[in-house]
């Protein structure tokens, strides 16, 4: 399906940034941030992907 392709680009690009920044936050015990950091990236993916969705069905 060409319109799960599309979406999957900017999965991948979260995807690419989110596990190293995760991994050493995590290590270094920065547990907080990590938390924080993730919930606004998930708001983010969220408020730029649903309206893309929506136009592409």
């Given amino acids: 399906m060409p319109t799960v392709n ?3 680009y900017f999965a ?3 995807e ?3 596990f190293p920044m995760s991994s050493e936050l995590w290590e270094k ?3 907080e941030a990590l938390g924080y950091g993730v919930e ?3 708001l983010y993916s969220f408020v730029l992907v649903l ?3 929506i136009l592409m069905a």
Avoid: D, E, T
């Fill in 6 to 8: 599309i979406l999957s």
């Fill in 12 to 14: 991948f690009s979260v």
């Fill in 16 to 18: 690419a940034v989110l």
């Fill in 29 to 31: 015990g920065y547990r």
């Fill in 40 to 42: 606004k990236i998930c």
């Fill in 51 to 53: 309206p893309i969705a």
